[in-house]
């Protein structure tokens, strides 16, 4: 179990000493408040708390075979770098680039229950996984195109029997409008849209959107929106559509026409 510590114990096997523990009795102050009155030296000391920089995460599941639940997370994408086991315990570390998920499993089993999500998993192309998944039988559920996932999102059991999505960002460039017939109206509207933008020369304008994380789309620009209340915003396509399912009052803007002026001014 080295490389994976407090992962192993079962309670059973003892729990080796450490150094707090140790020391716990030749302070008489509570753990507690040690905590907080260090919690303030470091405040006097350093002016403000710092944000700890997280390095990286590893999710970890316990899972009731490990060897199936390798052969599933395989399908995924994963690759095992490293793995151990002991008498009533065992762990594979999975990577995919930076990626990585920690199956553990202990003999006898845990009772865990099922989990509505387990992990939610991005893809560049989620039709590329789902075909693979198909070919070894695994039942995909496809859940249509939120705008988390507007280039697709399915729903698959992992062997454990826990709920997890694979879901596609934003749609490919080779990839149809979603089949609901308002959402392929939509998006056909959009392309025309961009389409029209683009014979005029393109725009220069960034898209104007911001992602989860609250930076800025490094998209270009494809179309401009409007909303009744004379808000602008030059956006690109998955941006926009996600604006059109989510904002009512949004519109595709056309500086094509002679406008409303022309309209309102006509004899
Ligand atoms: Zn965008």
């Known amino acids: 179990m080295s490389g994976v510590p407090g992962l192993g114990h ?23 408040t040690r905590t907080r009155l260090l919690a303030a030296v470091m ?4 002016g403000l708390l710092m944000t700890p920089a997280v390095q990286s995460m590893v999710a970890a599941t316990y899972v009731r075979d490990i060897d199936t639940s390798r052969a599933f997370y395989e399908l995924l994408g994963f690759r095992e770098q490293s793995a151990g086991s002991a008498a ?19 003999a006898p089993p845990l009772d865990i229950p099922r989990l509505p999500l387990l992990f939610y998993f991005f893809y560049e192309d989620v039709d590329a996984v789902v075909g693979v998944l198909g070919a070894a039988g695994v039942q995909v559920t496809h859940t249509g195109h939120p705008p988390h996932a507007l280039g697709g999102e399915v729903k698959v059991l992992d062997p ?44 220069e304008h960034q ?12 998209n270009g620009a494809d179309v401009k929106l409007a909303d009744s209340m004379g808000d602008k915003a030059w956006v690109c396509l998955a941006h926009a559509d996600e604006i059109l399912v989510t904002v009512p009052e949004a519109f595709i803007a056309s500086e094509d026409g002679p406008g409303l002026a022309a309209y309102l001014s006509r004899p």
């Open 10 to 32: 079962t309670g059973a096997e003892p729990v080796p000493a450490s150094p707090v523990r140790e020391k716990r009795h030749d302070l008489c102050v509570p753990l507690t």
């Open 207 to 218: 898209c104007q959107a911001r992602d989860r994380q609250g930076g800025l789309c490094s």
């Open 160 to 203: 454990d029997g826990n709920t997890m999505l694979l879901g596609q960002r934003e749609p490919s460039a080779s990839q149809p409008p979603a089949t609901h017939e308002e959402v392929t109206v939509r998006f056909s509207l959009l392309r025309e849209a961009a389409a029209l933008v683009s014979t005029r020369g393109g725009t």
């Open 43 to 46: 405040m006097a000391a350093y």
């Open 88 to 106: 009533t315990s065992a762990w594979s570390s999975l990577h995919h680039g930076e990626l990585s998920v920690l199956l553990t499993s202990t």
